[in-house]
């Protein structure tokens, strides 16, 4: 190593630093370049602006070739879940977003059993995240979790619907929910205050729990203190949604426009939507750690508790006693392959040490 090499490495060191506080640099370009994975669920009755919103939201068009069912038709229709995958870039950090949209949710004449099919959904992911952790390739395990669901309320009625109710107590113990107050451009202030007062109290009645901001660390600066602050009271965030941009006063907004003015979707003072998205994207990292440490550790832990429990259509009956799914044959020959592998080694070992 030449001497100014040398120079040049010793003058990055002072006395009594040693560099260790570089590290959340390394984890930060580590991160950037690998990218983000968030998974979204929207869930609402139709016609309640979930796609304009979620499009505004990531300034996106997540579903360019949708085609919109007529009245017929809904009543017919059956819930069914549709994930759209699209891949965002800004300013070199790249983020894999999935949203999961749930049309027929609350369209049908009988809507006791609408939920049935996002809990399967929900459940499904995490059998699937728990049957790549155990295999042998981990290292890139996709994660298709569902890290947030906004549960949309209309603002028509004078505060949540029984399926609300049930729908939200079916499934806060499976995935962060944040309550949505749709088009809330129809509302006068006063009206929006009393409607979210009551939703709020309907929610602490009925002992459901939704995803609640963490509490901020006193080392915090006043102004994000503030932000939670101002994010919290906004609970449940009351939205309106638009693409369309218009131009007021000479400068081009996002908005609505009606026969006595614009409703700017991005201002404070119209409606919740900038606070909504400031708590998404401040808050994903949070999202994502209670649903891998509080919800998906639930499910791990009852599904252990419980065995391997064979799933409808996957059944084989072996002896006439035990019944094995295709999952449990899958994991069966990962661990007699991880054996096998082990004895090879084994194997290897002791004649290397035969030689010596």
Same mark, same amino acid.
């Given at each position: 190593?030449?001497?100014?090499?040398?120079?040049?490495?010793?003058?990055?060191?002072?006395?009594?630093?040693?560099?260790?506080?570089?590290?959340?640099?390394?984890?930060?370009?580590?991160?950037?370049?690998?990218?983000?994975?968030?998974?979204?669920?929207?869930?609402?009755?139709?016609?309640?602006?979930?796609?304009?919103?979620?499009?505004?939201?990531?300034?996106?068009?997540?579903?360019?070739?949708?085609?919109?069912?007529?009245?017929?038709?809904?009543?017919?229709?059956?819930?069914?879940?549709?994930?759209?995958?699209?891949?965002?870039?800004?300013?070199?950090?790249?983020?894999?977003?999935? *949203?999961?949209?749930?049309?027929?949710?609350?369209?049908?004449?009988?809507?006791?059993?609408?939920?049935?099919?996002?809990?399967?959904?929900?459940?499904?992911?995490?059998?699937?995240?728990?049957?790549?952790?155990?295999?042998?390739?981990?290292?890139?395990?996709?994660?298709?979790?569902?890290h947030c669901c906004f549960y949309?309320?209309?603002?028509?009625?004078?505060?949540?619907?029984?399926?609300?109710?049930?729908?939200?107590?079916?499934?806060?113990?499976?995935?962060?929910?944040?309550?949505?107050?749709?088009?809330?451009?129809?509302?006068?202030?006063?009206?929006?205050?009393?409607?979210?007062?009551?939703?709020?109290?309907?929610?602490?009645?009925?002992?459901?729990?939704?995803?609640?901001?963490?509490?901020?660390?006193?080392?915090?600066?006043?102004?994000?203190?503030e932000q939670v602050r101002q994010?919290?009271?906004?609970?449940?965030?009351?939205?309106?949604?638009?693409?369309?941009?218009?131009?007021?006063?000479?400068?081009?907004?996002?908005?609505?426009?009606?026969?006595?003015?614009?409703?700017?979707?991005?201002?404070?003072?119209?409606?919740?939507?900038?606070?909504?998205?400031?708590?998404?994207?401040?808050?994903?990292?949070?999202?994502?750690?209670?649903?891998?440490?509080?919800?998906?550790?639930?499910?791990?832990?009852?599904?252990?508790?419980?065995?391997?429990?064979?799933?409808?259509?996957?059944?084989?009956? *072996?002896?006439?006693?035990?019944? *094995?799914?295709?999952?449990?044959?899958?994991?069966?020959?990962?661990?007699?392959?991880?054996?096998?592998?082990?004895?090879?080694?084994?194997?290897?070992?002791?004649?290397?040490?035969?030689?010596?």
């Open positions: 190593m030449s001497s100014e090499s040398i120079k040049n490495f010793s003058s990055l060191e002072t006395p009594g630093y040693v560099g260790f506080a570089n590290l959340p640099n390394q984890v930060h370009r580590k991160s950037v370049k690998k990218g983000f994975e968030f998974t979204l669920m929207v869930v609402g009755e139709s016609g309640l602006g979930k796609s304009t919103l979620v499009n505004a939201l990531f300034l996106t068009d997540l579903y360019p070739e949708r085609v919109i069912p007529d009245a017929m038709e809904k009543m017919k229709q059956t819930v069914k879940l549709e994930p759209s995958t699209v891949e965002i870039e800004e300013r070199g950090v790249k983020l894999r977003l999935t *949203v999961v949209d749930t049309p027929g949710y609350g369209d049908a004449i009988d809507n006791t059993d609408s939920f049935s099919a996002i809990i399967h959904y929900i459940d499904d992911q995490f059998e699937r995240f728990l049957r790549d952790e155990s295999g042998l390739n981990r290292k890139n395990i996709m994660d298709n979790r569902i949309f309320i209309s603002p028509f009625g004078h505060g949540l619907k029984p399926l609300d109710i049930e729908f939200m107590k079916q499934l806060h113990n499976k995935v962060n929910i944040v309550p949505v107050i749709a088009k809330a451009d129809v509302l006068t202030k006063k009206e929006m205050l009393k409607l979210k007062k009551k939703v709020l109290e309907e929610i602490a009645e009925n002992k459901i729990r939704i995803y609640s901001l963490p509490e901020c660390d006193s080392d915090e600066d006043e102004e994000y203190k994010l919290k009271q906004a609970v449940p965030f009351a939205v309106c949604g638009a693409n369309t941009l218009l131009e007021v006063r000479g400068r081009k907004v996002r908005g609505r426009l009606y026969p006595w003015g614009v409703v700017e979707v991005e201002n404070p003072e119209h409606c919740d939507f900038i606070k909504l998205r400031t708590m998404l994207i401040t808050h994903m990292q949070d999202l994502q750690e209670i649903t891998q440490q509080v919800h998906y550790e639930n499910y791990r832990s009852e599904r252990l508790a419980k065995g391997r429990r064979p799933r409808r259509g996957t059944r084989e009956i *072996v002896d006439d006693k035990t019944v *094995v799914t295709e999952k449990d044959r899958i994991l069966q020959e990962k661990e007699a392959e991880l054996k096998r592998m082990q004895e090879m080694i084994a194997a290897m070992q002791a004649k290397m040490q035969q030689t010596q």
